[in-house]
């Protein structure tokens, strides 16, 4: 009896020894379920960030280059000129088509000092034209005939203008005033028949052949303002009538033939005049 009585209990041991390894197996292959499945999620996850990022990254350099505005083409100023060994240029003859025009203050290297005659003469399609401040003169007939030429502006730093630089323009009939034509502090021409002139406040340029035209002939008195500082070539040339001028000491330079044939008897030369050009006064009563 004995005998069967421990048989039986070591045979409920053995199966509840049994029973408990089967629940340590399932609870670690459970286990081993979710750490795959975690693992799964997080590669899953991973890819998908690494896509939005790509995508992200695709959608803003996409908006970059959509953004990015293509750059303006630039014209090249086509022109003839010359030039000297101080690295200066003269144009001689303007080459291009386009109707606003923009000086360079360079052409390959030199520097653009001077509009040369009739360097732009007959363009009829120009409207505008922007002058560097390197440019000091303007030369006859430069911009003559430019029938559609309406804005052009003198920089400050010309100081000599030659004759008919600005003929047959718009621009010459928008700038008269009265019987003078002036633009930037610059008296072009003068267009009447008094006896008397006073020159207008704030005029700093007598320009080339300004005063010589028939109707001079009757100018016996010139009166100029302070604001005075050049009078370029034959600016009174052919005055045979003038007989009285006043020279304000700010004038530096008086041009060539400035008072050739004019009736002039004295003159009081202006204490910070610098040059004096060749034949000024000749054939006058001085």
Same mark, same amino acid.
């Given at each position: ?20 390894s ?5 609870? *670690? ?24 990022? *790509? ?7 996409t908006?970059e280059?959509?953004? *990015? $505005?293509?750059? $303006? ?81 003198i ?22 005033d009265?019987y003078?034509?002036?633009?930037d ?8 028949? $008094? ?6 406040? $704030? ?84």
């Open positions: 009896m004995e005998i069967k009585r421990l048989t039986a209990a070591l045979l409920a041991l053995l199966m509840a020894l049994s029973l408990s089967c629940a340590e197996k399932n609870e *670690t292959d459970d286990n081993n379920d979710t750490v795959l499945m975690v693992t799964g999620e997080s590669e899953e996850a991973s890819t998908e960030t690494k896509a939005e990022t *790509t995508t992200e990254t695709e959608a803003e350099t908006t280059e959509t953004a *990015t $505005e293509p750059e $303006e083409e630039i014209v090249p100023f086509k022109c003839e000129y010359t030039y000297s060994s101080n690295g200066v240029a003269t144009i001689t003859d303007y080459l291009g088509d386009e109707t606003d025009v923009v000086v360079p203050e360079t052409i390959d290297g030199y520097t653009v000092t001077a509009i040369g005659d009739g360097a732009f003469r007959n363009e009829k399609e120009i409207t505008s034209i922007v002058l560097p401040d390197t440019v000091t003169s303007i030369g006859y007939n430069a911009f003559s005939d430019c029938k559609s030429l309406k804005e052009l502006s920089p400050s730093s010309v100081n000599s203008i030659g004759s008919r630089a600005f003929h047959n323009t718009p621009w010459y009939s928008l700038h008269k009265g003078f034509v002036i633009a502090n610059c008296l072009i021409a003068y267009t009447g028949n $008094e006896a008397e002139v006073t020159v207008p406040e $704030e005029v700093r340029l007598i320009c080339t052949s300004a005063f010589r035209n028939d109707a001079c002939d009757n100018i016996v008195t010139v009166t100029l303002p302070k604001s005075v500082t050049v009078i370029d070539d034959n600016a009174f040339s052919l005055c045979h009538s003038l007989e009285s001028i006043n020279l304000p000491d700010s004038i530096t330079s008086i041009g060539n033939s400035a008072f050739r044939n004019t009736r002039l008897t004295s003159i009081r030369l202006p204490e910070n005049l610098k040059n004096i050009g060749d034949d000024a006064f000749q054939i006058s009563n001085l």
